[in-house]
């Protein structure tokens, strides 16, 4: 107010879009390197916090970083910025640790070789300084503790243990070359009283004293403990867990069933969701990906290979598709092919941080669905537009069928997803936005980077609640225009719950970028 003049502040526009800049690299390849298969990251997850990073192999192997940056003042980032000390710094990251979690293994009932390799990875709850994580393979999830320990030493000899050898006896400060005579029944005469030999001569005076030695705690390592293991729940190959807000429970999802667990019960679950069929001839479609709701502990949402979501509500019964409220988009008229069915099927779903928007991966595009309106998508990015002339040469060298992840920023202002020649794609979904950015998984993520124009489909409106189509590219190229490599392929990724970062998986190489 001023004068008795109301000032109004004018209606802020979308956020600009991000600069990204290279971060860190762990395990880069040197030119012509061979990628060993068990090194290929198959998971990648943050906590949280977004102080710890998980990534899982094909090799069965779990690895731990953690973030370095926050620690070098010894105060979060939200009391710095009260404090007005200037943040200027990004999420860097160090190695923590890394455990086996699951080894090959084979079902001798079914014939069935069970690969090793870590299909997701989740981090729970935080307790007493250590933390605690769940991973799984095809059939198999395990609940892992992972805590530093105290080496305990033993100090304060009596003896210089410099002397002492691997059986407790002294060893001797000076050689000799000349045999020594030995008993018949193969004792040493020198040796027959060790505590009585030259090696350990009592001194003239005696020994004034002894001093009992003391246990000492100098140093300190990660174990990785194995609390539980839950199995045999599971026909079919598992390819999605996930956490309860409640955090006691967490769900399983196979390929037609969905079981609920208790963490600390590993006996027994509970089959939540089951769309087998009576009879297998009339299966039409499968579960691809299941995640609970944020903050409801009755709410989650799974989809399907058809390209739908279903939102269930656990109070009611989960088991009857009646009660569960479908979310999926209407085939355009004269649309549908061969691979429409193939293209529809969503290999990955996201909950937003306040649980209101779920984001969707099908092989063509990122789908943001309001939960709130099941008419169909608010907002669909096109990832890879120009691959739809390959088709048929993605169907018949089967990369049609990889199952790219998706991830949303913290704030919900961005959502992100992989692509082929190990590109990764960055949309702004904020009312207004035209943010459609490519970026390399490289040390010079830009590299690639072209100014795509955006081609929305119908008028935006300020409000979300419109569709909108972005990220469209010329047909026949890349990003960049060269020819697109279908053995590189970023499947995986994940973006830090407070910060502009991401982290992602080309090969055996985990990348991170900040903005």
């Known amino acids: 107010m001023n004068g008795g003049d109301e000032v109004v502040a004018a209606p802020a526009g979308p956020p600009q879009p991000l600069d990204w800049k290279f971060s860190q690299v762990f395990g880069e390849r040197a030119a012509g390197e061979e990628v060993q298969e068990v090194d290929i990251i198959s998971a990648i997850e943050f906590d949280k916090s977004g102080d710890f990073l998980a990534t899982g ?274 085939e355009a008229p004269g649309s549908r092919s061969f691979f429409t069915e193939i293209i529809a099927s969503i290999s990955d779903i996201k909950f937003g941080k306040n649980g209101r928007y779920i984001l969707s991966r099908d092989y063509m595009t990122l789908k943001l669905w309001d939960i709130n309106m099941d008419a169909g998508p608010v907002a669909t990015f096109q990832v890879h537009e120009y691959l739809r002339p390959k088709l048929c040469d993605l169907y018949e060298n089967d990369s049609i069928f990889d199952k790219f992840e998706c991830c949303l920023s913290g704030d919900g202002l961005r959502v992100g997803t992989g692509s082929y020649s190990n590109l990764f794609r960055v949309f702004g979904c904020a009312p207004g936005s035209t943010e459609a950015t490519t970026l390399e998984a490289s040390k010079n993520p830009m590299r690639r980077q072209v100014q795509t124009p955006s081609r929305p489909s119908r008028s935006l409106s300020s409000s979300i609640t419109r569709v909108v189509r972005r990220g469209s590219e010329s047909p026949g190229v890349d990003a960049n225009g060269n020819s697109f490599d279908f053995t590189t392929k970023l499947l995986h990724l994940a973006w830090h719950p407070t910060e502009n970062s991401i982290a992602c998986a080309a090969a055996n190489s985990l990348y991170m970028y900040y903005a």
């Open 57 to 330: 192999d094909r090799g069965g192997r779990v690895v731990l970083f953690e973030r370095t940056d926050t620690k070098d003042h010894g105060d979060s980032r939200r009391d710095l910025e009260r404090m007005d000390y200037p943040v200027t710094r990004h999420p860097e990251f160090r190695y923590k640790t890394e455990f086996q979690s699951h080894e090959p293994e084979f079902d001798y009932l079914k014939s069935l070789e069970i690969e090793e390799k870590i299909n997701k990875i989740r981090w729970c709850q935080t307790a007493n300084s250590a933390v605690f994580l769940l991973s799984t393979n095809d059939k198999t999830i395990k609940f892992w503790k992972v805590q530093e320990k105290k080496v305990k030493k033993v100090s304060d000899y009596n003896l210089d243990p410099s002397k002492v050898v691997g059986n407790g006896s002294i060893a001797s400060s000076s050689s000799s070359s000349s045999p020594k005579p030995y008993l018949a029944n193969g004792g040493c005469p020198e040796r027959t009283n060790s505590y009585l030999s030259n090696d350990l001569s009592i001194p003239s005076g005696g020994i004034p004293s002894l001093r009992l030695p003391v246990v000492t705690s100098q140093e300190t390592s990660l174990v990785a403990r194995c609390r539980r293991v839950y199995a045999h729940a599971h026909d079919y190959h598992i390819n999605s867990i996930s956490n309860n807000s409640d955090g006691e429970t967490f769900i399983s999802a196979d390929d037609l069933r969905i079981n609920l667990w208790n963490l600390e019960i590993s006996s027994q679950s509970f089959n939540i969701v089951d769309v087998k069929p009576a009879n297998m001839e009339d299966l039409t479609e499968v579960i691809t990906s299941a995640e609970f709701h944020p903050t409801h502990c009755n709410t989650l949402a799974y989809s399907s290979s058809k390209g739908s979501i279903r939102l269930i509500d656990l109070r009611q019964s989960a088991l009857c598709d009646s009660h569960a409220k479908l979310f999926e988009e209407q």
